[in-house]
Nanobody, 126 residues
């Protein structure tokens, strides 16, 4: 059974940093694509960062240069390091996974992901 559990959210002042973790079970990163998404109140869920089968990471323009996605295969955990946080980064952050992805293929969209964590709240105060 595939499970994803996020942690690391919290309240931080603008300019601060947080590191989110997504602990995965039931699969290995070599076979799956992982995405970090976020959803602010009243807004649609949007993609933030993606890592497909441990390959090259991708970032939304809004977080490029501030967020870094990485994976620790030994711990089966994916991280999202978030620096220089802004109030507009406030949202519930979700990690998601999907298998059966060809090498070099990046699922960017919400509907492409099959498994989702429960989410972790990130609040950035101004």
């Amino acid at each position: 059974e595939v499970q994803l559990v996020e942690s690391g959210g919290g309240l931080v002042q603008a300019g601060g940093s947080l590191r989110l973790s997504c602990a995965a079970s039931g699969f290995t990163f070599d076979d799956y694509a992982i995405g970090w998404f976020r959803q602010a109140p009243g807004k649609e869920r949007e993609g933030v960062s993606w890592l497909s089968r441990g390959d090259v990471p991708y970032y939304a323009d809004s977080v490029k240069g501030r967020f870094t996605i990485s994976s620790d295969n030994a711990k089966n955990t994916v991280y999202l390091q978030m620096n220089s946080l802004r109030p507009e980064d406030t949202a519930v952050y979700y990690c998601a996974a999907v298998g059966g992805v060809g090498r070099g293929v990046i699922p960017f969209r919400v509907f492409e992901y099959r498994y989702w964590g429960q989410g972790t709240q990130v609040t950035v105060s101004s």
